[in-house]
């Protein structure tokens, strides 16, 4: 048995074993920033990009589900935890569009068949009966009404406003198109919190971690700490992998089960403040009528899944210790001595991006993964 010298050598975390990586983490907080406070000023300039931002999530947090097929080890690709802030978005389009354009009324009015009535009453037609006074020529106790039309309604600040024709106005189907992506959201987070929940119930899973160092011909390695891993060898990738206690995905599971339950909550707060509140309600000048739970439990996720890829990158994973040995058998026993790095921004990417589009295939992954 031979003994050679130090070799350093970076970690890779294996499909499905990083977090979203920081450097996505900083472009969505930039952009979700400026639009939630225009959001809580004049919420009608971003309602699009709402819708679009909610639909790339959805998607992405589907695919990740698809993928990964919510195995305990690959957590941190697959995590709800980020579709808060857009179930608090997709809530305030719904509700103040549906306010804004009166379209509870008048879809109610265009399905029901028209019948007048007289003052007080709405005709179910979408026309409404209004008493003018007494005419000439009427019998005793009879009145004249006329028939309006249901074309207009009354903002906030008390400006009236006329809207296009129910079925071919853009604010219903943007109002559809937000409800259909809210619940999709609630699918989503329900789904995830389902299997976090059944997973934290299990033993901590085994986190597969790669590195080159592994590679060739090695049969184990020995940390630090005296733990033996056995090495996995992927000839085809040029590294080896061992299996270690994944202990940061047993605590994401937990964490996952508590967030996203609390984050359901936060939604259904907010709906309740969306349906009851008056819009003209202010507290020292701000509209009271927004998501506010959603809004700032949503920032804040963001920001510590920043926080969180940022040091996940830079440290090895516990279990395992910097400095390692690892035997080789090419006819002949040898013992390597090594140094184990971080895996950085690139393993990170590589880690989330290959967890996300594992259902790929050879479309993503190319012709080695076959």
């Avoid at 003994?3 to 900083?26: D, E, M, R």
């Amino acid at each position: 048995m031979s003994l050679f010298n130090l070799i350093t050598a970076l970690t890779q975390k294996t499909i499905g074993g990083a977090l979203i990586p920081w450097v996505y983490s900083i472009v969505i907080l930039l952009v979700h920033i400026p639009v939630v406070i225009i959001r809580v000023v004049r919420w009608q300039t971003v309602k699009t990009w709402c819708l679009a931002a909610t639909f790339s999530t959805i998607t992405i947090t589907a695919q990740a589900y698809v993928s990964t097929e919510f195995q305990a080890e690959k957590i941190l690709t697959w995590t709800p935890v980020l579709l808060v802030i857009d179930a608090g978005s997709m809530s305030q389009v719904l509700f103040l569009i549906i306010e804004d354009f009166n379209l509870l009324s008048r879809l109610r009015h265009s399905i029901v068949p028209r019948n007048d009535r007289l003052v007080g009453e709405n005709l179910l037609g979408g026309r409404r009966a209004e008493k003018i006074g007494k005419c000439e020529g009427c019998e005793e106790g009879q009145i004249t009404t006329r028939s309006i039309d249901e074309v207009t309604s009354t903002t906030g600040s008390g400006v009236e406003q006329r809207h296009p024709a129910l079925f071919t106005s853009k604010p219903l189907y943007i109002a559809v198109t937000a409800l259909i992506l809210l619940l999709s959201v609630f699918i989503l987070q329900i789904l995830g919190l389902s299997h976090a929940h059944n997973a934290t119930k299990s033993t901590t899973p085994a986190v597969s971690w790669c590195s080159p160092i592994f590679q060739p011909f090695g049969i184990a390695v020995l940390d630090g700490n005296c733990n033996i891993w056995p090495i996995q060898q992927t000839f085809s990738k040029g590294v080896g992998c061992i299996l270690i206690p994944g202990i940061q995905q047993m605590a994401w599971l937990k964490a996952t089960v508590a967030g996203t339950g609390l984050a359901i909550a936060f939604e259904l707060i907010d709906i309740c403040i969306l349906a009851t509140v008056h819009s003209g309600t202010r507290w020292r000048g701000v509209k009271m009528r927004r998501p506010w739970f959603t809004m700032f439990s949503g920032v804040a996720v963001l920001g510590l899944m920043l926080v969180f890829g940022v040091v996940y990158s830079n440290v090895l994973p516990p279990g395992i210790s910097e400095k390692v040995w690892v035997v080789t058998d090419a006819g002949t026993v040898t013992v390597y001595e090594g140094e184990l790095g971080t895996a950085g921004l690139r393993g990170a990417m590589i880690g989330w991006n290959d967890g996300v589009f594992q259902a790929w295939g050879m479309t993503y992954f190319g012709s080695w993964a076959r």
